[in-house]
């Protein structure tokens, strides 16, 4: 059993920062990737960013250089920390865990947190 929990969400003006937490536990692949998404109202579900467990990190054109992520593998937990908030990224913030086992078949594993509420006033 996996589960994933999104915390530091918030309400936040524009400009400000915020933190996001992704704690992760159960029976987890040390080899995985974890991702932040987001879904605004009347909105898909985007990409925000992804690290590797070995640092490997990639953004969203719209976040970079706004927004960090991180990690701690020992604790199975990713970090969001973004500052210069615009309006624009108020959403549902999701956490997603994911690897892929290739013995003895392949079989991809993909976990999601419930989320957490981001917003950005002007």
């Known amino acids: 059993q996996v589960q994933v929990v999104e915390s530091g969400g918030g309400l936040v003006q524009s400009g400000g920062s915020l933190r996001l937490s992704c704690a992760a536990s159960g029976n987890i692949f040390s080899n995985n990737v974890m991702a932040w998404y987001r879904q605004a109202p009347g909105k898909q579900r985007e990409l925000v960013a992804t690290?590797?467990?070995?640092?490997?990190?990639n953004y969203a054109d719209s976040v970079k250089g706004r927004f960090t992520i991180s990690r701690d593998n020992s604790k199975i937990t990713a970090y969001l920390q973004m500052n210069s908030l615009k309006p624009e990224d108020t959403a549902v913030y999701y956490c997603?865990?994911?690897?892929?086992?290739?013995?003895?078949?392949?079989?991809?594993?993909?976990?999601w947190g419930q989320g957490t509420q981001v917003t950005v006033s002007s």
């Open positions: 997603n865990v994911r690897w892929v086992r290739y013995m003895p078949r392949k079989y991809e594993y993909d976990y």
């Open positions: 690290i590797t467990s070995s640092g490997s990190t």
